[in-house]
């Protein structure tokens, strides 16, 4: 039986290893969204009884999936999810995963991390007027392709958010997301989000410009920043803008 998820959900990839309960609670504890849907890649000998005890005991935790560990578990996550839940009453849809699970105590993917969280779940008004305004995807990091690439996510579509959070605008994608092709990759899930629309109605809500895997970017550095509410402003502008031109070339 499919389960029918309402207004705003999260659907989080997870690989139960190494400090993964600490990641999964700093990234769903508190959040703002009305359900969570999870699935959960297995690594072999793992206490299911345990991991699901732990994982349903999350305020929100709709439903928990399983499959396998494999490269390719979260593009099999994603099926599962496409396949086991009625997403017709749902408006936002954040997806989000266990990063940092194999590499912990690594402060500049936990940095990394807190970042694209804190625009999906503190910022998720802001991501509701973006919303509002018909763009379709939202995220920080977006990349475009520039030139020919022979791995990662721009194999798949001509645009992608790095770190692979995105929150989508799914009544507006809900056709291409329930029937565009998961590439069996590793970097498919992330790859795929690009295939849901064109570029110009993906919105990126904030840009650091550096390698998150090498450099250090604390909270002070976007908490108290502007650079994403100039950033929509300029959206604005450039919208009224377009609408004047419009207008002008009407009536001459």
Same mark, same amino acid.
């Given at each position: $039986? ?12 997870? %690989? *139960? ?14 959040? *703002? ?8 890649? @297995?690594?072999?000998?793992? /206490? ?15 439903? #928990?999936? %399983? ?12 099926? =599962? ?9 749902? +408006?936002?849809?954040?997806? $989000? ?13 936990? /940095? ?19 919303f509002g305004e018909k763009y379709k995807l939202y995220g920080v990091n977006k990349k475009?392709?520039?030139? /020919?690439?022979?791995?990662? *996510?721009?194999?798949?579509? /001509? &645009? +992608? %958010? ?9 009544? @507006? #994608?809900?056709?291409?997301? $329930?029937? =565009?092709?998961?590439?069996?990759? %590793? ?24 390698? +998150?895997?090498?450099? *250090? ?9 502007? $650079? ?17 031109? &419009? ?6």
């Open positions: $039986m499919n389960h029918i998820c309402k207004k705003n959900i999260v659907l989080y990839h997870l %690989y *139960p290893v190494n400090n993964w309960k600490e990641i999964t609670q700093k990234l769903l504890l508190n959040i *703002p969204h009305d359900e969570i849907f999870i699935h959960v890649s @297995l690594p072999e000998n793992t /206490d299911i009884n345990d991991l699901e005890v732990f994982l349903l005991s999350i305020q929100k935790v709709k439903a #928990v999936y %399983y499959s396998e560990n494999s490269k390719y578990s979260e593009v099999d996550g994603l099926e =599962k999810f496409r396949k086991s839940i009625d997403f017709s009453e749902c +408006h936002i849809l954040t997806y $989000m995963h266990s990063k940092g699970v194999t590499k912990p105590g690594n402060k500049n993917i936990s /940095d990394w991390t807190e970042l694209m969280h804190y625009f999906h779940t503190k910022k998720i008004n802001l991501c509701a007027i973006v475009i392709k520039y030139k /020919d690439v022979k791995s990662g *996510p721009l194999l798949f579509s /001509d &645009y +992608h %958010y790095s770190g692979n959070f995105v929150s989508l605008n799914l009544p @507006l #994608v809900l056709q291409n997301f $329930m029937e =565009k092709t998961i590439d069996k990759d %590793y970097y498919g899930v992330e790859g795929f989000w690009g295939k849901l629309c064109d570029s110009s109605e993906a919105y990126n809500v904030f840009g650091t410009f550096i390698n +998150h895997y090498k450099t *250090p970017y604390p909270k002070y550095q976007y908490e108290k920043s502007i $650079m994403y509410s100039l950033n929509f402003f300029i959206h604005k502008c450039h919208q009224f803008i377009q609408e004047i031109k &419009y207008l002008f070339y009407r009536f001459r």
